[in-house]
């Protein structure tokens, strides 16, 4: 089936008295969306930026954006290359402030991608900086 860029994810909000219209590309692999976040200890990649930027893209831009898809993908596949692996982080936080300016992202070296199903819904949560997904138990959903 291979690997589609899908452009249906349309989302309108009002920020700061504005209303806005989203539309949010997103990494669809065999009917998996690839969903980016940060489970290791010390900083949130999405958590940490969520609600800083509603006048872009409220940081959901960092889930799914299908450069940083790449490029953690990349990352993991030179797992053993020390050079590479600095090289594309560096990258990572490049494409991370195009999208969100100004943002935090201490979480960069411990990205992973979590595939989940289209129309999944779920939440990041973060505890010490570790994130985690939790999928429709609470009052904020992402879909996917």
């Not at 299908?66 to 600095?86: C, M, N, T, W, Y």
Request: proline fraction near 3%.
């Amino acid at each position: 089936m291979g690997v589609t860029t899908d452009y249906n994810y349309h989302r309108r909000e009002k920020a700061f008295f504005i209303e806005k219209d989203y539309i949010m590309e997103k990494v669809i692999e065999n009917g998996q969306v690839a969903v980016i976040y940060s489970p290791g200890f010390g900083a949130g990649w999405y958590t940490w930026n969520q609600g800083r930027f509603p006048e872009l893209n409220d940081a959901t831009a960092l889930l799914f954006d299908p450069i940083l898809v790449d490029l953690v993908k990349q990352k993991h596949a030179s797992q053993f290359d020390e050079g590479a692996r600095d090289q594309i982080e560096t990258q990572i936080v490049a494409r991370a402030e195009q999208l969100c300016p100004e943002g935090y992202f201490g979480g960069a070296e411990d990205l992973v991608i979590e595939w989940m199903p289209i129309g999944t819904e779920f939440e990041i949560d973060e505890y010490d900086g570790s994130e985690s997904i939790r999928y429709k138990e609470n009052e904020y959903w992402i879909t996917a």
